[in-house]
């Protein structure tokens, strides 16, 4: 299985990103591409932009990047109760080479913050709004209190039950 990884933001210590490359280190045999969304900056959406400079190349290679994996794992950063403006922004482009962005892909779908929230908010919004884009999510989970939750330098989540939600949830794409 080819399995596409990443973190729905730019930070470059993303906790999403340790969250998310943890959980395909999870999936038996699949083998994974963790992109950064930093390789995908580009300008601000606007159809203004689109009319004078076309797709941009980096666009392209996302919504490539999608078109050849069997399956997505994506964990979403919460910027006040929503999307990074990385994200939002490599995700409108992708929209318009075609609506379809997740192209009936098996997705799980992940949020993790600091705080007891774990990055709830903008999960439901993403995994809500998946359908529209042709997203099949198999499941979502949002970790809580990421740094209580997780060993950094073993780079494993240490509570059992979040690990046994995490494991069930990533078993869904080998189905």
């Known amino acids: 299985m080819k399995l596409l990884t990443f973190a729905a933001t730019n930070s470059t210590n993303s906790i999403n990103k ?14 994974v591409d963790v992109i950064d969304l930093n390789d995908f900056e580009m300008p601000i959406f606007s159809e203004q932009r689109e009319k004078t400079m076309g797709q941009p ?12 994996a069997d399956a997505i794992i994506l964990s979403f950063a919460e910027y006040n109760g929503s999307y990074t403006a990385a ?6 482009w992708a929209s318009r080479i075609d609506q379809k962005v997740f192209q009936n892909k098996p997705m799980v779908m992940l949020a993790t913050s600091p705080g007891p929230g774990g990055a709830a908010s903008v999960l439901s919004s993403a995994v809500a709004s998946a359908p529209y884009f042709a997203g099949d999510v198999r499941a979502s989970l949002s970790v809580p209190s990421f740094y209580d939750n997780y060993d950094a330098e073993q780079k494993q989540i240490t509570n059992e039950s979040v690990l046994s939600e995490l494991k069930s949830a990533v078993s869904t794409l080998a189905a």
């Not at 994200?87 to 409108?92: L, M, R």
Request: no cysteine; aromatic share 16%.
């Open 18 to 31: 340790q969250l998310a490359t943890y959980a395909a280190s999870l999936v038996d045999n699949a083998q």
């Open 57 to 68: 190349e980096q666009a392209k290679t996302f919504f490539n990047k999608i078109s050849e």
């Open 87 to 92: 994200y939002k922004n490599i995700f409108d």
